[in-house]
Every structure is written in structure tokens, then in C-alpha cells.
């Protein structure tokens, strides 16, 4: 595991061992909570996580608390928003790979911040953590992943799969690609914590291979993801002069929040009134990906100054 809280190490290896042993003993049940799992994560942990943007980009970016700075900061964050839905809009395929792109820095920075060596280029060692991060929500079971990926891009599921890898032949070269290229990081300086790292790779392999993509995804984003990044939010916070406790983050993401659940509900009910309830999960990834950019530049800065 890689973050340094016990409390966050303890609970994301135990629940991954929980729907590891549940895939193993009654691998029927895992396609009927799947999707309700994932939900629970993206609502208790995801979407908070990034909903107290506006406080951290007031301290990454020293915006005061006048009218003109609470404007910078929604004209770029909706900004940038407004662009990322507008590539979905326009063109559904840039959209999605440009929602690659950004998953795989943000999650491989989120997870490798605390191992590159300092002075060691991290951005290398982001791209090949992140790949395998996405590598598994694709490939780790096509059978799930390829028909979201085609509700997304509103394309003939069978035409998008003829058009994609093999997902074993896709996995297996991806995983062997990320045990050689870290194994040379750690040869040659480059990553710290080679235990840690090894223990926490062959964990989360297991947990999508095993219980799927929507639960292994469900349980990266909130547990190794979000929760991580909570805890380097509270502390970056205590640096600032601004402490915040557990109580203090929830209530203070409380109106974004709920601002995005009600998006979330609008999908729903959309959905149910014209009989798409199939396509909510492609819509709830979409959802995901307009957010990730605005919140993706500020974590960034962040890391920065806590880096500095």
C-alpha cells in the first residue's frame, strides 16, 4: 500500500482482501453489487474528496477572499470543465482518450508522489503507475468494460471491441511491462519503497483480476485514490495555517457535494425516463472525467509546493 497512513493502508488492504475472497467464493455475486459498490465509493468518498477545490485553489494560488478571487477561481474551474464536456460533446473519442490521458497522470502522480526518489524525474514513473491503473479497469474484464466504453462513445459494442486489443494479451504485456520497468527503478535508484510497492502492485492486480472492474475501481478511487488524497489535503491544510479534521472536510465539500449528487440524480432520472438505465455508469464515468481536469491542476499544484 502505498500511502503512509495506517488507518487508510489498514482499511483499503482489508476491503480489497474482503471482495478478493467474495470473487473467489461466489464469483456470481460480484455482477449483481458491482454497480451499486461503485456507486457508494464515487457518492461517500470520490466526489468529495475534490469538492473542497475552491479552499485548496484559495492556498495553491493565494486567492483572496474577495469577489474577484472566488471569480478567478469558478472562471477556471468551470473553464475547464466546460472544455472537457464539450470534447465528449463533440467528439466522444478525444473526449474519452483525452480522459485516459489525464487518469493516468493524476492517479500515477496521486500514487508515486511519496516514492520517486527526490531530484528523480517523477513523470516517467507517474505514466507507467497510472497505465496499469487503467490497464486494469479496461482489460481486467473486457466483457464489462468494452460495452461502458461503447454507451460512452455511443458506438456498436462489437465494433469498438473489433477495433481494441485482446484484453488478456493487453493485460498480461502491461503487467509485465510495469513489473520490469519498476524493477529496474528500484536497480537503479530511481523509486523508493520496493516492498511497499511490490505488496501493494500484487494487491491491486488481484483485486481487479478477481473481483472485476466497477469493484476494483470502485476501491482504488476510493480508498487508495481518494482517501489518500484527503490525508495530503489535511495536511498540506496544517501547513497553511488552516486545519481541518475529518468532520470539517465532509461538512465544508458538503455543497459541492451536493451539487454533483444532484447531477448524478438528474442522470438517474434521465436515464429511467427514457429507458437508458443500462448507459448510467458510462454517464457517471463521464461525469468523473469533466470533473478530474480542474481538480487534476490543482492537486498538481499542490504536490509542487509540498515538494518545494
Sequence with gaps: MLHKSTIVVTLAASVSMLFILLGLLFPGSVPAISPWILLASVIVIGIPHGAIDHIMAEKVYGLDN??????KFYGGYLGLMFIVGMLWLLEPVIGMLFFFAI??????QADMEDFVIPGSTGIPWYVVRGSLILGLILFSDTAVSYPIMAQALHIDPLTLASALPNGSGALVALIVSYAALFAMAQLSGKVAGGRR????????????????PLIGFAVYFALWHSAGHIIEMQQYLRKKNR???????????????????FGLAMLAGINHAFGLEDQFIALMFI?????TLPHMVIVDRMYAQLRG
Excluded: E, N
Excluded at 487518469?103 to 500515477?108: K, R
Design 103 to 108: 487518469s493516468i497522470y493524476h492517479f500515477g
Design 243 to 261: 486545519p481541518m479534521s475529518l468532520k470539517s472536510f465532509y461538512k465544508s465539500a458538503a455543497p459541492f457535494t451536493l451539487i454533483s449528487l
Design 66 to 71: 474577495t469577489w474577484r478571487g472566488t471569480a
Design 287 to 291: 461525469l468523473i472525467s469533466v470533473l
Design 197 to 212: 510497492l511490490l505488496a501493494d502492485s500484487v494487491l491491486i492486480v488481484m483485486l481487479f483480476l478477481v473481483a472485476g
